[in-house]
């Protein structure tokens, strides 16, 4: 699974205004213009991104692939790989997520410079591991990993929960259409100019 945003263009109705060497260099100068357009959509996604959410990782700014057009193929396509939209989808579009296992784990320790959890992958394996730490549940029906030590006590360090809720904060698509609306008629008459000038 994938998500997607594609630019595309129907350049027949434009024809018949064209002279015969521009008609010839339309298919070139679109394919060009599109791709334009998709990496200037990827460069403007990077920083959307590191506005919209909270210190998101370079692998995260790293998610948007362009899948360029040709000369037969009249769109170019902009998209979160299946990698980064495991997680991603839940910024893009909200809704529940629900534990692969047996739950969601949330730590309260300390966070790496990008607010997660350091050793989050294998955050349970990891705490269970060490000394002094076990899993239960407080009176207060709260569910999770435990550290015991002789002076503190017993404190919690990590949190079960059965799902997690999430809104809308990465407005994709939004993003993608006010590049493409302002990029694609400058990218695409730049070029066609440039494909005249070359022209044999």
């Known amino acids: 699974m994938t998500v997607q945003v594609s630019v595309k263009l129907d350049v027949s109705k434009v024809k018949r205004y064209l002279s015969n060497v521009e008609k010839k260099q ?109 899993e239960g549940e407080s009176r207060n029906g709260t569910a999770g990993i435990w550290k015991y030590q002789k002076r503190k006590g017993v404190t919690l360090v990590a949190i079960y929960v059965d799902k997690a809720q999430y809104r809308p904060r990465f407005n994709f698509f939004k993003h993608a259409r006010r590049v493409t609306n302002a990029r694609f008629v400058p990218n695409f008459n730049r070029r066609l100019k440039q494909a005249l000038l070359t022209a044999r």
């Open 26 to 134: 339309i298919p070139f100068a679109s394919a060009q213009a599109l791709n334009d357009t998709q990496f200037d959509n990827r460069q403007n996604m990077v920083k959307a991104v590191s506005v919209d959410l909270d210190r998101p990782t370079p692998f995260t700014k790293r998610g948007f692939r362009v899948i360029k057009a040709s000369k037969r193929k009249l769109w170019a396509d902009l998209e979160i790989p299946p990698d980064r939209l495991k997680y991603m989808r839940y910024q893009i579009f909200g809704g529940t997520r629900l534990p692969r296992s047996r739950v969601i784990i949330i730590g309260t320790g300390k966070r790496n410079q990008y607010g997660n959890t350091r050793g989050m992958r294998n955050l349970r394996n990891t705490l269970l591991n060490r000394a002094g730490h076990f």
